[in-house]
């Protein structure tokens, strides 16, 4: 069965510094990975996804493969990421995304 | 682009009370729907998931007879929560996709429903 991790439920740090949200996937095959960003009252949207291997407000996300890993990226974090963060592949043949607990953004000024 | 709608935001009513929330696409036709119930200060998690025109699919331990999906049109989908109880309390989120092939496509997510029962 396919499965996501994110280890850490909360993250805090100081504005400028870097952040890295951790995701490991279990996954048979080629996995598509998104992740979803939660901001305090508002809809979850979709941050980015590996297929397209853009950065978005300054996030990446590298697939590795060796470690089953999917890790979120930003070198210098601001307030407006406060967030929850969720990591998510989809199934491949229906499409629904198993979403790992997710992870508390927090950015202290 | 991509928005999807979700009504009511938020609804209190008595026990045993049956609540329908409606999930529409407003500027694309959804093929599939997906329903999703999110406890306080915890992850989504799936319930069904809605294909237009066919039954819906539900996840393990999941009631279908508790929790009625009608996707009837390629914009519209609802959940009925049936003769509702305090423990059905939750926020109710739902999303759409709008390719056929929809493994590799993003879900669009709606605002969310805040059911609480007394």
């Known amino acids: 069965a396919q499965r996501v991790t994110q280890p850490e439920k909360l993250l805090s740090v100081f504005k400028g510094a870097p952040v890295e949200l951790k995701c490991n996937y279990s996954y048979s095959g080629s996995p598509e990975l998104f992740w979803y960003v939660q901001y305090s009252r508002q809809r979850l949207q979709l941050l980015l996804r590996h297929i397209s291997r853009e950065s978005i407000k300054g996030f990446t996300a590298d697939l590795n493969k060796g470690e089953t890993s999917f890790h979120l990226k930003k070198p210098f974090a601001q307030e407006e990421d406060s967030a929850m963060y969720y990591c998510?592949?989809?199934?491949?043949?229906?499409?629904?995304?198993?979403f790992g607990q997710g992870t508390t953004l927090q950015v202290k000024p | 682009g991509a928005v999807v709608s979700q009504h009511p935001s938020r609804v209190i009513c008595k026990s045993g009370t049956s609540v329908k929330i409606e999930c529409r696409s407003l500027d694309f036709q959804a093929t599939t729907m997906f329903w999703y119930r999110q406890f306080p200060k915890q992850s989504l998690m799936l319930m069904a998931t809605?294909?237009?025109?066919?039954?819906?699919?539900?996840e393990q331990g999941v009631e279908k007879d508790k929790f009625l999906i009608n996707h009837a049109s390629l914009t519209l989908s609802t959940l009925t929560v049936t003769s509702a109880h305090p423990e059905d309390s939750s926020f109710y989120i739902c999303?759409?996709?709008?390719?056929?092939?929809?493994?590799?496509?993003?879900?669009?997510f709606g605002d969310g429903t805040r059911l609480s029962i007394l």
């Open positions: 998510a592949p989809p199934s491949s043949n229906t499409g629904k995304l198993i």
């Open positions: 809605s294909n237009e025109g066919s039954k819906a699919t539900y």
């Open positions: 999303s759409a996709v709008g390719q056929s092939v929809i493994s590799n496509q993003p879900q669009h």
